[in-house]
């Protein structure tokens, strides 16, 4: 059963978001309204595009996939069954107190990553994301407990820098940027594909410095592939390198086709 529910101007100014296609977008707003006084839901790509996208084509559980990676939802188990929590949903919806609990297990994350529960005391806590909400920022959402895994942004935009020396310097780091290499470092330490997946900082920043080093091999990301007529050969910067599309592309060597 559809809800009605709280969108905030924040949600088209993401930019973390409009790394995902158009109808992920669409359906991330879709599913506040199936998800429960709890932000959860069955995890039935064929049942949500009925309900959300039922004159559109794609792949509602490639969409599903998308959100997934992105930090914004959570795709989880239990038993047998399949569910989806919307991250942070309870922080920034306010569902009519006659709706019925949740009757839906919760994973298996902190509090803080499912949001504030609807019926519980709101926090003196200013939100620092007027613009942003916490339901779509996959930084807050997904941070680990401790600082063991701390993001060392300064660290990285210095690998960068040494490793892709022709590339677009960063003379910013604004907290836009801060957030985008915070989620790719979180991303990154939870893959098990090479260089990533560490558990330290210090071998965070070696998987790292060989991320840099191997995108610095790519003529594409560099600006010495042959561009096309009348345009400037592209140049990856550090925007594009942490941003979700652009990070998967180059883990999965996809502008390093000259070299293969």
């Known amino acids: 059963m559809a809800r009605s529910r709280n969108l905030k ?6 930019e973390t978001l409009a790394e995902c296609s158009p109808l992920a977008r669409l359906l991330f707003a879709g599913l506040w309204c199936l998800a429960d006084r709890a932000g959860r839901l069955e995890d039935r790509p064929k049942r949500i595009r009925a309900e959300l996208l039922p004159y559109d084509d794609g792949s509602v559980d490639d969409m599903l996939g ?3 990676r992105a930090g914004f939802i959570l795709r989880y188990q239990v038993g047998e069954r399949r569910f989806i ?3 942070n949903f309870g922080r920034h919806q306010t569902p009519h107190h006659k709706e019925p609990a949740s009757t839906i297990p919760a994973p298996d994350l902190p509090t803080s990553s499912l949001g504030q529960a609807p019926d519980s005391p709101k926090s003196s806590r200013a939100d620092s994301l007027n613009l942003i909400p916490d ?7 997904m941070s680990p407990a ?4 701390a993001c060392p942004a300064e660290e990285i935009v210095s ?16 907290a836009s940027r801060r957030g985008a290499i915070k989620a790719r470092w979180l991303e990154a330490s939870r893959l098990t594909c090479k260089p990533f997946g560490y558990s330290t900082r210090a071998d965070g920043l070696d998987a790292w410095r060989t991320f840099f080093a191997t995108c610095n091999e790519s003529t594409f990301l560099t600006g010495r592939a042959q561009s096309q007529p009348g345009k400037p050969p592209f140049l990856a910067d ?6 979700p599309g652009g990070f998967a592309k180059c883990l999965e060597n996809k502008y390093h086709r000259e070299a293969a």
């Open 85 to 87: 929590q919307v991250l």
């Open 66 to 68: 998308e959100l997934h």
């Open 238 to 243: 550090i925007d594009f390198l942490m941003s």
């Open 135 to 141: 339901s779509l920022n996959p930084i807050t959402a």
């Open 9 to 14: 101007p924040g949600f088209f100014k993401n």
């Open 159 to 174: 690998l960068y820098h040494e490793a892709m020396p022709a590339n677009p310097r960063c003379k910013v780091l604004n």
């Open 146 to 149: 401790g600082d063991q895994l």
